[in-house]
């Protein structure tokens, strides 16, 4: 008997264990994993890539179960009321061929992508990291600031976007939680000078430069979710190239693995 779970029992599941639980369990689940990195075996997404965005098969095994993801990425769904990435997933038995599990993953996805950013940085950014930038206000980012609130506590989270709208809608939700000190930056620059973090969540499948290298000062880590994706950038080349050479910044990608 296959079992399946709809939004609905992910939704419940969330509402009764509390988001902030369920991404730090998320978060030690994902370290249990890359604890056995050999034991999977692995290849590389299957991306099918369109004017308007991509649609991804993610698929990994160890030797008892077999899973993959389906996921897309369309930045301009919000403005058909749609969110810009949506996925479900199953799971088999390896030994049988059996489906076990066959879910909806969109919510799992948000948790996951956000678990994932502050668990390298629990390892990469500075232990004394407090405060935040947090460029991109859409869904993800609530998510992004609750991960890194949770795991790391960071309380100071300055917010930027170029629709105000979604910085105000992330603001207004971030009231929930008064120990997150949110400060309202007029750009990007205004946003991350002095942070002790920078998180960059952008959705538009562009080459784009959110960040130069003038803004960014030496210790920071650089948490570059939506540069995810061949044609779709967020760092200035010099920033990599910095952090490949003298090693003055700490960065990672973790979105989408």
Not at 203 to 222: C, F, S, V
Not at 228 to 240: A, H, N, Q, S
Request: glycine share 6%; aromatic share 6%; hydrophobic share 45%.
């Amino acid at each position: 008997m296959t079992r399946y779970i709809d939004v609905n029992d992910l939704s419940y599941l969330v509402s009764q264990k509390g988001l902030q639980t369920c991404i730090t369990e998320m978060a030690e689940y994902i370290r249990a994993d890359y604890l056995r990195w050999q034991d999977f075996e692995k290849c590389a997404r299957l991306a099918n890539h369109s004017p308007e965005g991509v649609i991804e098969l993610m698929p990994v095994s160890d030797a008892s179960l077999y899973a993959f993801k389906y996921v897309n990425g369309h930045p301009k769904n919000t403005q058909a009321g749609m969110l810009t990435v949506m996925a479900f997933g199953a799971l088999g038995d390896v030994d049988t061929g059996r489906p076990l599990l066959l879910a909806e993953m969109t919510l799992t996805t948000a948790i996951r992508t956000a678990a994932t950013s502050a668990l390298v940085a629990r390892y990469l950014a500075r232990d004394n990291s407090r405060s935040m930038a947090l460029i991109g206000n859409g869904s993800q980012s609530e998510f992004q600031a609750l991960a890194f609130h949770t795991l790391l506590g960071i309380n100071e989270i300055r917010l930027f976007d170029i629709d105000a709208r979604a910085t105000a809608k992330l603001a207004a939700n971030l009231k929930a939680f008064p120990a997150i000190k949110v400060i309202l930056a007029a750009s990007v620059a205004e946003a991350v000078k002095g942070a002790d973090i920078i998180t960059t969540v952008t959705a538009d499948k562009a080459y784009a430069t959110i960040l130069t290298d003038e803004m960014i000062e030496p210790g920071m880590h650089l948490n570059a979710v939506g540069g995810d994706c061949p044609g779709k950038t967020e760092l200035d080349r010099r920033i990599v190239d910095a952090c490949a050479g003298d090693r003055r910044i700490r960065t990672a990608e973790p979105h989408r693995r």
